[in-house]
């Protein structure tokens, strides 16, 4: 077969203010210290000068992304869901934010295409134990596959599993660190629900390594999702660097998809092999809360890849520039793309990657010495 084409964002929340412009709305009650309503967050929004729409079909929160999706026919679309999909009413105890989406707006992941969520990370169990089966249940219903959490720790640790032409696959494993704010009591048990959860890097890498190695066959493509880090700021941890590099050395995984950024960070290109450190957001509510413009987390990206189906060596990252307006994407101007290129080039630097702009409005990228 030729390239494996992949699609890979950064964190999608369908939940509070989304939820409630799409088509059915749950209770908007929330439970944060400040905010009581969801639909505050829709308002806030519009004190930027445009309105929302309410109760919007599928189509209108991915705006022009959908466009892009449509123009390249990708093997697997890959979304971290920080989203609980659910109606249970009780929400987990002692826990500032709580993300959920009715059931009945799963047409907004099936639209857009998204085949493949992972799951391990800070949100997915907002609305408990029962929030999380339903939300499975709900994927598994919808046809989307999923990884990084589960009703027991075989299945949080099980990859979700995308057949290609030819009989190879992709394997998409999910896990979720401390760091990115994931409560220590999400972590899945033996015979308890949760998500995927490792405690140290260092310590369980060899581990992760034996446990991929059991299921990965000869000419499986590898992604490994991990959740990981704060939420603002650029620097990237020695022990993600180190990790990443490591397994991927060890041929057991051949592109690391992290996030939990607010905004995109530094990527790599390691041995022909993408890693992303943090993809930032790709779609949330937080259009109109003022506090961290510096970093311009109204930019969205996404990440197209193309990869050797024989080596499972990158051979080409693209990367499309977005900005939310209206909880909608729109493409962003000619200033904000050369905005992030720049940026891109300024934090990858370390990395020796380079990053240009072409003529489409399309962000390229490529490592220095390759």
């Keep these: 077969m030729g390239p494996i084409k992949l699609f890979l964002c950064g964190d999608v929340m369908t939940g509070r203010g989304i939820d409630q412009i799409l088509k059915h709305p749950l209770d908007p009650r929330i439970f944060e210290s400040y905010v009581k309503d969801a639909r505050d967050y829709i308002q806030l929004a ?37 989203t609980s999909i659910t109606t249970w ?17 799963i047409e907004v992941l099936t639209t ?67 760091s990115s704010g994931i409560p220590l009591s999400w972590e899945a048990k033996k015979k308890e629900p949760g998500v995927y959860l ?22 499986d493509l590898v992604v490994l999702s991990i959740h990981w880090g704060g939420n603002w700021g650029y620097s990237i941890p020695s022990s993600h660097i180190k990790f990443a590099q490591k397994i991927i050395d060890t041929s057991q995984v051949d592109i690391i998809y992290g996030h939990s950024s607010h905004h995109p960070i530094a990527l790599e290109i390691y041995h022909k092999k993408l890693i992303l450190y943090g993809c930032g957001d790709f779609m949330n509510d937080y259009e109109g809360i003022s506090g961290m413009e510096f970093y311009r987390s109204d930019l969205r990206l996404m990440y197209f890849l193309e990869i050797d189906s024989k080596t499972k060596e990158l051979i080409k990252l693209e990367i499309v520039p977005l900005k939310i307006r209206g909880f909608s994407l729109k493409y962003a101007s000619q200033k904000d793309s050369e905005w992030m290129t720049t940026l891109l080039n300024e934090k990858s630097k370390q990395f020796d990657m380079i990053f240009k ?5 399309r962000i390229e990228a490529e490592r220095m010495s390759a």
């Design 357 to 361: 702009l072409n003529n489409r409005g």
């Design 198 to 219: 490792v405690k140290n890097l260092e310590e369980e890498i060899h581990r992760i390594e034996r446990h991929i190695k059991k299921i990965k066959r000869k000419d």
């Design 112 to 178: 857009a295409g998204m085949n493949t969520c992972v799951l391990a990370n800070n949100h997915l169990m907002d609305w408990g134990k029962k929030g999380l089966i339903e939300t499975i249940d709900t994927l598994e219903k919808a046809g989307i596959k999923h990884s990084g959490a589960g009703k027991n720790l075989t299945e949080a640790r099980a990859p979700a599993i995308v057949h290609l032409p030819g009989g190879n696959r992709i394997l998409i494993f999910s896990l979720g660190l401390p």
């Design 89 to 105: 009413d009780n929400h987990w105890p002692l826990k500032e934010i709580h993300y959920r989406m009715n059931p009945e707006n």
């Design 46 to 82: 519009e004190r930027s000068g445009v309105q929302i729409p309410r109760k919007v079909n599928s189509e209108y929160i991915w705006g022009d992304a959908l466009k892009e999706w449509d123009q390249r026919n990708v093997h697997a679309s890959i979304i971290n869901l920080e």
